[in-house]
């Protein structure tokens, strides 16, 4: 769904270095002095600067959310379309089930596509949907200077005990940090569930970003900076009470709510976000976004924060056990 | 071969003939064997997942090269000309690069299992040491740390981070120049191929015969403790048994790691202690995990129940016939620790 908008997250996050990363170029400079293997470079804030790229982020990300989702569903189509799964995106021949059964060189109906489609496929894209979360480049913060060393490595023959292959050298970023955004919109809370946990397991070390992860780079912590979550169809009186645009009922509560909660009427929701998908937020005063269009609930405090990606992942947590996903499918 | 520790070795070139601080650890008899790895798209329910804290502790000097020279006051040490550095945190603590802590300990898992050669070696290798060409050839080892060939590759199932020092500041030692080895000399071959993987004595100190005869090298010196972290995942029982065997920590076969520089003079010898295991081993534990946001408590593992861990695993390793048990056993001879064998003064 993305003729509408209903309500969308970002996620202001720093990724710090935990030990040496590195995101290669790919290609060889021909500055002498450089390493062989050098990191990314942009230019940003008026100089040239390394940087993680989004979709080196990105794809970290969604390869651990699938990770997660097939541990705990299937990881292919299953016959209950409520349990969740995860398909192979880079198997791009098997995605046949997002034709028209009567005619194979038809797409279904895009609400079609997106139900065929799987949970993580939902939220990351396919060859057929657009991707619902979007993750900015980031870029260094200009308030903690980088530290960027270089390595050498040889590869040790095992008979004689002496450099096989090498030395051979390496840029990598030990200390600074980076800021980026995560954007995910029209979500579901079980979808920002996900990525919590994704978040979370990246914060612990249960999986890396760039070059060389088994040799122990690419782990890195995360801070959070703020989230915000925005209602771009609302507008906030000003008794701070929150009325769906042309609606004159106020909601009675301030919820975060996932975008099942924005189509109830008769035949709003063909795609088939979850009803009831929505808890109450009592931490957070509801103010309106700039222009006085649209309404927002912004987090700064860590453990409001927390509190914002428990309450999702138990969204999450109960779409398994409904879904029939969670345990069953080890036997 | 022979068995004998202390034979002749004319690898200076000269008259004075220094005894090998080193032995070969033969291949098996066998050929390799082949195993299937198993993904990383999902974390199994019938493996192992999770993290080993451990703990490294120095017996010999250890100095693990960044092959960088420089000016002493640029480590902090002034009044220095040269000195030869290790890698340091931002905090100038020292560190032990994931990437050496990897080979050292890969180097053991291949030469205790039926495994192949994970870096070719220089000279005549028997045709089936060598690494993997294919996906379908992947060995033991390679299926634990990784292989790779043309146009495809296995990323492996662990990683090890930077061990990094728990002392502050670092110790200064020197060096002698070694000689490098020489693939030429017969001690390597059996039938005109090479016939194991090499591996140095432990010894009961670091030879250091200040600067008279050596450079001055940045180094970890006696009874300083690194710690690190190797995560894993998708392991199964007997493989991470293997990895622990590796580790020096199967009780039957004890020993200690060889790492860095300055082997055959005594240095880079450390004793590793596993202080904590986070782990997920069943469907029950994975679900826990994704299914709430704060991490479960009944993941760590400690005290008794982390022995009793490591030795269920250990188990496993030898019952299911992972370990290949004579070349554990020559392993286990040669690095053994302590040791009273003294490094050799002329070399």
């Given amino acids: 769904m993305h003729k509408r908008f209903v309500n969308h997250c970002t996620l202001d996050l720093t990724i710090i270095p935990d030990g040496p990363i590195l995101i290669k170029s790919g290609r060889e400079g021909a500055d002498p002095t450089k390493p062989q293997m050098e990191f990314v470079e942009t230019y940003h804030a008026g100089g040239r600067t390394i940087y993680l790229p989004g979709s080196s982020l990105k794809g970290a990300i969604r390869a651990h959310a699938e990770r997660i989702v097939r541990t705990v569903g299937d990881d292919r189509k299953p016959d209950d379309p409520n349990r969740i799964w995860a398909s192979n995106p880079l198997l791009t021949n098997d995605y046949d089930y997002l034709n028209d059964p009567d005619d194979p060189k038809k797409k279904l109906p895009a ?31 200009t308030s903690l200077p980088l530290k960027i060393e270089e390595r050498n490595g040889v590869a040790i023959d095992r008979v004689f005990g002496s450099v096989a292959h090498g030395p051979f050298d390496y840029q990598v970023c030990t200390d600074g940090a980076f800021k980026t955004k995560i954007h995910l919109k029209n979500f579901s ?46 507008i906030l009186d000003k008794e701070a009470q929150i009325y769906p645009f042309g609606s004159s009922t106020p909601w009675d509560k301030v919820y975060l709510a996932g975008a099942g909660e924005f189509l109830q009427e008769d035949g709003a929701n063909p795609y088939g976000f979850p009803s009831n998908d929505k808890y109450e937020v009592a931490t957070v005063s509801p103010r309106s976004m700039e222009y006085g269009f649209g309404v927002e609930l912004r987090w700064e405090d860590k453990t409001d924060i927390t509190e914002l990606f428990m309450q999702s992942v138990a969204a999450w947590s109960k779409l398994l056990e409904e879904g029939g996903a969670l345990c069953p499918t080890f036997g | 071969m022979t068995n004998s520790s202390y034979r002749s070795n004319t690898n200076n070139g000269s008259d004075e003939r220094a005894p090998a601080p080193y032995e070969l650890v033969r291949f098996p008899d066998k050929t390799p064997s082949v195993c299937t790895p198993p993904g990383h798209d999902k974390y199994q329910s019938n493996c192992l997942h999770g993290t080993l804290f451990l703990t490294l502790q120095v017996q010999t000097a250890l100095h693990v090269s960044t092959g960088v020279a420089v000016m002493g006051s640029d480590v902090d040490k002034n009044g220095i000309p040269l000195i030869k550095t290790m890698e340091q945190g931002v905090d100038k603590t020292l560190l032990i690069p994931g990437s050496s802590l990897k080979g050292c300990i890969r180097a053991i898992y291949e030469a205790i299992t039926n495994s192949r050669l994970g870096v070719k070696s220089k000279t005549n290798n028997p045709p089936d040491r060598l690494p993997a060409r294919r996906q379908n050839e992947i060995c033991p080892a390679g299926v634990v740390f990784g292989a790779s060939g043309d146009n495809w590759g296995w990323q492996g199932l662990i990683n090890i981070r930077d061990a990094r020092c728990n002392t502050n500041g670092f110790g ?56 690190t972290q190797l995560h894993f995942k998708n392991l199964q029982s007997k493989q991470l048994g293997a990895l622990l065997i590796a580790l020096g920590q199967d009780s039957n076969y004890p020993f200690a790691l060889k790492l860095g520089a300055g082997k055959p003079i005594g240095m880079g010898t450390m004793i590793v202690k596993i202080t904590e295991v986070q782990v997920m081993q069943n469907q029950d534990d994975l679900c826990k995990h994704y299914k709430s946001f704060s991490n479960p408590d009944n993941e760590k593992l400690e005290g008794e129940l982390l022995q009793q861990f490591i030795l269920r695993h250990i188990q496993a390793a030898h019952s299911q016939n992972l370990i290949e048990e004579p070349q554990l056993e020559q392993l286990s001879q040669i690095l053994s620790y302590p040791t009273t064998r003294q490094p050799y003064e002329n070399y």
Wanted: a positive charge.
């Fill in chain 1, 111 to 141: 609400p079609a596509i997106y139900k065929e489609s799987s949970f993580t496929d939902q939220i990351f894209g396919n060859i057929a949907i657009a991707s619902r979360l979007r993750i900015e480049d980031a870029y260094p913060d």
């Fill in chain 1, 189 to 234: 809370l079980a979808q920002l569930g996900l990525i919590a946990l994704v978040l979370r397991d990246l914060n612990a070390g249960w999986f890396g970003i760039g070059f060389a992860k088994s040799r122990g780079l690419g782990i890195v912590r995360l801070e959070y900076n703020s989230a915000v979550v925005q209602y771009p169809g609302c």
């Fill in chain 2, 172 to 227: 200064v030692g020197y060096m002698p120049a070694l000689w490098s080895p020489k693939p030429q000399g017969s001690n390597y071959y059996d039938e005109g191929k090479v016939a194991g993987r090499k591996f140095y004595y432990h010894m009961v100190r670091a030879l250091d015969k200040g600067e008279k005869d050596g450079i001055r090298v940045q180094q970890a010196s006696r009874n300083y403790t690194f710690s």
